[in-house]
């Protein structure tokens, strides 16, 4: 018996090394360690053997049987990094596009406007003493609608702008103003912070439309704020980005959330296609804005009697678009190369 066993191994030694594939390595396994295989085979005829062959055989069994179990281990990974290594090898990287993108003038990555934008409006705030928050783009009604006192026959809730889900109570956030909601649930007054992102809305894109596109939310709450903070924040802002004081002009605007609400515009020169060279001015809606409804705060947790605040949404596309005169919003994400070697340089 001894001498089978140790045939045995012997040819399992042998039959491993030729292995190629994973199962067969499992078919070899349970040929001889499976119940019906041949180490089970030997050993029923153990019963018949005496004291003096079982106390060796015994031993000598489990040693085989622990042995190959550590080759079929050491095996199956053997054959699954040969495998990997091939995977890797057919797909190298083709670094003829390489070429095609060098011919564009585009040596590397750059940042995309709209994140450039971003960045620059939050350090502006971060300089004035605002703090960032962020917000997730999927929203339940309280947070896009209800606490922003929306109610719930106001169009902004037709179907027709809102991406809802399935379940009809969760949607993709319509506007950055969710943000306020979790601001105040986050914070105690005074606080003043922005948040920027994502937005999406359920349009027919344009040239001045598109499904998802980009805000940066400010609010900020404290102790007898007015109007006149609120003109002294935007224009430090545009200030800022234009690099030049800019004029502004406040008409009434209405969202439910502020009271009152503003369109905020800048005077703006721009050149006039019909006659070439010469600019024509005049005012570009760029900023909503107000002061923060007292049904807003209450939602947020905050007394009306004790704090006021103002809001704004600032729309980072149509900034994009203003300062570098793009006339259309669908280039911003169209991945289209020619379009965005201009911004190599900036
Ligand atoms: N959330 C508004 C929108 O997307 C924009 C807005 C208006 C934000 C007035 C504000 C605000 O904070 O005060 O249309």
Redesign the pocket.
Known sequence: MLDKLNALEKDFNGQIVNCLKQADVLNLKSQILGKKGSLSEILKSLKDATPEQRKEIGPRSNEIKQNIEKSVQSKLSEIEIKEVNEKLSKNKLDFSLRDSLLELGLRDGGIHPVAKIQREVEDIFVSMGFDVLDGPHIEDDWHNFGA?NIPETHP?RDMQDTFWFKDMKHLLR????TI?VRGMEAKKPPFKFVGPGK?FRCERTDATHEMCFH?L???MVGKDITVGNLIYFMKTLLKEIFKKDMEVRLRP?F?P??EP??ELDIRWKKPDPKKGESEHSGWLEL??????HPNVLKAGGIDPGEYNG??????LDRLVMVRYAIEDIRHLHSGDLRFNKQFKSH
Not at 174 to 177: M, P
């Open positions: 922003l902004a319509t506007h950055t103003s306020q937005v805000q939310e400010g609010m605007g969202f959330f502020v609400g503003f900023l909503p804005c107000g002061m923060v103002f809001a704004f949404g600032l729309g």
